[in-house]
């Protein structure tokens, strides 16, 4: 625990810059969500107590799944697929994208507690805003698109996404960030590329093409494949409890 606190006291500013982002994810969330709910007269709070009580066990389960990594042939050791997403996928299909986001962050808290970090937070931030890029468009598109096609393309929408994004976040700001905070030459990230990739090259853009891009396609199609075939058989068990208690609120407040 001291160790983690001595962390972000000596990267506060990264740290900070990390809040805004999670901060932002919250509100463009929020936003779709709210108008979402206001278009199809749907009064409910976006977050009741229950929906927090679920999000809160798949974030529980997405932070053991993010502990679980499987490192890859084609990139460096420190890229690794875990499909902490599968759950959180299967929550924000059920609940949206605030809920989505929301444990995306619970995820990334919890595996701080559990194991703290090793990349001074840069590996934790990618994880979140990589995630994000895939649940967000995913679950707002399903918001409006309930049913099976609608699930189908909102798993493609978000595995193209997450792989577009995951991959120029990777060369714009993520790894000349860790380059930056480690001391060491980003040019010694491409090499180890190049050392277990022929196709990394020598410059970023060939790196990120060829070592994060398939990551992060795989990743995307893993996780929306399993969920396409779960969440059917789920979901009912997901809303069963919520819908009760939803009908058991408005039975009350008409008596």
Known sequence: MSTLFKTVAENLLYVLSFLLIIFAMFVIAYVVEKAAKKKAGDTERILTTRKVAVCGVFSAIAAVLML????????????????????ILIGSFAFGPVAGVMMEFVKIVLKLFIKGTST????????????????MPASIYYLF???????????????????????????????????????????????????VNKFSGSSITSFVIACV?????????????????????????????HVKATAKVKVTTED
């Open 120 to 135: 001074a937070f840069v590996g934790e931030l990618a994880n979140f805003a990589v995630g994000c890029s895939f649940i």
């Open 213 to 241: 891009a398939p990551l992060n396609l795989i990743k995307g199609a893993v996780n929306s494949l399993v969920t396409l075939l779960v969440y059917k058989k789920v979901s009912p068990i997901i809303k069963e409890g």
């Open 68 to 87: 679980l990594e499987i490192p890859l042939f084609f990139a460096p050791t420190f890229y690794k697929l875990d499909l902490s997403e599968l759950p």
């Open 145 to 195: 698109h309930k049913n099976k096609k609608g699930a189908l393309v909102s798993c493609a929408i978000g595995t193209v996404i997450i792989t577009i994004f995951g991959t120029l976040f990777n060369a714009v700001y993520l790894l000349p960030t860790f380059a930056k905070l480690f001391g060491m030459p980003l040019e010694a990230i491409i090499e180890m590329g190049s050392a």
